[in-house]
């Protein structure tokens, strides 16, 4: 269960980066970078917290 997370949550972030970049920025390759970068840290924030929960707290 833990792992079908994992991927659903990779699954949204890539999907939304790619949406950001190809249809709202187009050429504006430094606000898209900082975008990129903010939902990639948030990512990996959430799975670190929430792997940390079920280490914690286990099933």
């Not at 920025?25 to 900082?34: E, P, S, T």
Request: net charge positive; aromatic share 10%.
């Amino acid at each position: 269960m833990f792992l079908i997370r994992i991927l659903i949550i990779a699954l949204v972030i890539g999907t939304i980066v790619w949406f950001v970049n190809n249809k709202i920025l187009g050429k504006n390759l430094v606000f898209a970078r900082v975008i990129s970068v903010t939902l990639i840290v948030t990512g990996i924030i959430y799975l670190l917290l929430g792997g940390l929960s079920y280490l914690i707290e286990g099933n």
